[in-house]
């Protein structure tokens, strides 16, 4: 067991993974931050947090007690998306307009397919009840809430026996007082009911993005609200009493209180963590342009950073449901270590989206899995020790993986074990190269100008390997890549954003308009902060609009750079608007009539950072094993270097294979790997441009 060097505070970051749980432990006396790693629990990711939290304390030799800040990221509101396991809800909505759920906005993803897509209709229509009332878009009362209907209604649903209800109005953006006197009626007749209001969790405009975005949050409730009391209960089991601060998709921390109101804000918290610690990274080593790439066990997520900053959004699809709410953008596909490869009824090799999670896991980790994972063809392949996974303490046996690779692709497609394991990762690497391609090109940038960041348990073997799919000639590999998106949690500021839909058009007079609405947002932000006991002189406030030319669908994001809006304030987001819109779709129309769509406002605080700490190499000496490895459409015999034996003015030279506890790089022929005086390896191969 590793011993403890000091006796500054402690800080720790744990990312719940679909198929690892991932540590990393700061202490603020000096040091680099400790990583750990262990199997993700499924049934309950609150017990494998505890046994993560355990695991790291026996390894580093510290006291939980001793910690004094808690940084959460999970998947677990993302994995209830995925698996459709939900609570019983109901929605209630103006009358007449109990279907916009299930009408939604006639998008197909398959637009020449001949049969309809399966729908998922997240609240069925038996529970999905219309209340006689009316506002209007300008937030005037057209028709009063009957409160006779609406409390038959309120005593129909609890007859329902439901667990959680969404509450969304025709325009309760523009005046949500129907909506509250409803939540009113309900809390009167079933106090213990979890309630979800549009005018809380999404006060914009467009009644199906904000239904959906509101439903969703409703059935999360119960899931997210069970997931923190369980937590606090095995918490108390391992002594660790510190204070627990929940990552959010805008990249921000809350706490348990505002994460069980609206868990909605954590559907990307997990993967956060990663273009967090990407962000640090660019900026440590000057990179501007960077794509991050954070391949695990179940998932591989892409997201770009362009000059220093990390991409957002403020829509989301989380698998065919829409999320209108801000959000760290991060394209997520089925492409992790565990995808589970499968020849379909045409006789084509498919990867994923399935993956085999961590139980029972990939074939080689002999748990009963019987499908050929990513990691099986690794394994096969040679690129992986079967002795060193996971720090040695999951060691693979590659019989099974042989077995489930020969005769679940093998024999179908009248391949050799070699063959088809190859095959499996030439399919993941073109799925993963494709949404790479995505990320950037939708953004009208060029792969060739961005360095890729590798990460995630699966990410160092595949990188390069992408990297000459997409003819990209630098890897970045960063210190405890395997936990790097646990360590991103570590810079986590906590944050809240906000909003209003206030339909206003760009001109004189405007501001005077807009500056109550943006009033209103900053007291709803001290409100959050009060609750997250932030100082008054430690809270910063953003303030942006959602601005179109008049008649557009669509609307751009205008940051103003402070949380203040007069006359020159917006005369110069409407210049920034025309330059953003000819940046972002090639043309601009300077004359045309600006309108403001959106107010928004990011109500937060920053926390302590971790201390960046010279790096020191290892000195290890560079003991060179060797090892068969299938690269290239044959088998090599390929040095086999620690990581921590690679020094700066030793770079090694592919193909070659680098280990260090919780992964492992492979270098392909061509490139050239050092290491960087901060502790990263970079890799690099020479432009074939002329």
Request: charged letters at 25%.
């Amino acid at each position: 067991m590793a011993s403890r060097k000091s006796g500054g505070r402690l800080r720790m970051a744990i990312d719940v993974g679909g198929t690892f749980t991932d540590v990393q432990v700061l202490d603020e006396a000096g040091g680099d931050p400790w990583a750990f790693k262990t199997p993700t629990t499924p049934e309950d990711p609150a017990r494998g947090l505890a046994t993560a939290i355990a695991g790291a304390a026996r390894a580093f030799g510290f006291d939980p007690a001793d910690v004094y800040l808690l940084v959460h990221g999970t998947t677990i509101a993302t994995n209830a998306v995925l698996e459709r396991r939900f609570p019983k809800a109901a929605l209630v909505t103006t009358a007449g307009f109990e279907d916009v759920l299930e009408i939604g906005r006639h998008m197909r993803r398959d637009v020449y397919g001949l049969h309809a897509e399966t729908r998922h209709v997240l609240v069925p229509r038996p529970l999905r009840f219309g209340v006689p009332e009316r506002i209007g878009a300008d937030g005037g009362v057209r028709q009063p809430l009957d409160e006779a209907a609406a409390l038959g209604i309120v005593r129909r649903i609890v007859a329902e026996a439901v667990e959680t209800v969404a509450i969304c109005l025709l325009n309760s953006f523009a005046n949500p007082e129907h909506e509250r006197r409803l939540a009113q009626l309900l809390r009167a007749e079933a106090p213990g009911l979890d309630l979800s209001i549009s005018s809380e969790v999404s006060a914009e405009m467009r009644e199906f993005e904000r239904m959906s975005t509101t439903v969703l949050n409703a059935l999360l409730m119960p899931v997210v609200s069970g997931h923190i009391e369980r937590m606090a209960e095995r918490l108390t089991a391992t002594r660790l009493s510190a204070p627990v601060l929940f990552v959010q998709s805008n990249g921000g921390t809350c706490g348990p209180r505002q994460a069980a109101r609206q868990p909605a804000h954590l559907l990307l918290s997990g993967p956060c963590g990663g273009v967090l610690a990407v962000e640090q990274i660019g900026r440590r080593l000057g990179e501007a342009n960077l794509v991050g790439i954070d391949m695990g066990g179940t998932s591989f997520d892409v997201s770009v950073v362009r000059d220093g900053r990390m991409a957002m959004v403020t829509e989301a699809d989380v698998d065919g449901s829409v999320v209108r709410l801000p959000m760290v953008d991060i394209r997520t596909v089925g492409a992790g270590g565990g995808s589970i490869a499968w020849v379909d009824r045409a006789g084509r090799l498919r990867v994923g989206p399935e993956s085999a999670g961590a139980d029972p896991g990939p074939a080689c980790y002999g748990r009963g899995g019987r499908e050929p994972t990513v990691t099986d063809a690794n394994l096969v392949l040679g690129r992986i020790s079967p002795d060193r996974f996971v720090g040695g303490a999951m060691p693979l046996d590659p019989a099974p993986a042989r077995s489930a690779i020969e005769t679940r692709l093998g024999a179908p497609l009248g391949l050799g074990l070699e063959a088809a394991a190859d095959g499996l990762i030439r399919i993941a690497l073109a799925n993963m190269a494709r949404t790479i391609r995505l990320s950037l090109f939708e953004k009208g940038l060029d792969p060739r100008e961005f360095a890729l960041v590798a990460f995630g348990g699966a990410g160092g073997l595949h990188a390069a390997l992408m990297a000459d799919e997409l003819a990209m000639t630098r890897v970045i590999y960063p210190l405890n890549a395997a936990t790097l998106s646990a360590f991103g949690l570590l810079w986590a500021d906590i944050a809240h954003d906000l909003s209003r839909t206030r339909l206003t058009p760009a001109e004189t007079g405007a501001a005077a308009k807009l500056a109550p609405v943006l009033a209103a947002l900053m007291a709803e932000g001290d409100a959050l902060l009060d609750g997250d006991r932030v100082a008054p002189a430690e809270r910063r406030f953003e303030a942006a609009l959602d601005m179109r030319y008049r008649g557009q669908g669509y609307e751009v994001t205008v940051p103003l750079g402070r949380a203040a809006l007069d006359e020159g304030v917006l005369g110069g987001a409407i210049a920034d608007f025309h330059a953003r819109h000819r940046e972002r779709f090639s043309h601009a129309d300077p004359d045309a009539p600006v309108e403001v769509v959106t107010v928004r406002l990011r109500a937060g605080a920053h926390t302590t950072k971790p201390a960046a700490q010279p790096f020191t190499p290892a000195g290890v000496p560079a003991a060179v094993k060797r090892r068969p490895v299938y690269l290239d459409g044959r088998w090599q015999d390929l040095a086999i270097l620690d990581r921590a034996s690679i020094r700066p003015s030793e770079p090694v030279e592919g193909p070659a294979i680098v280990e260090e506890d919780y992964t492992t790089i492979l270098l392909p022929a061509g490139w050239r790997i050092a290491l960087l005086a901060s502790g990263n390896l970079l890799a690099e191969k020479p432009s074939l441009e002329c």
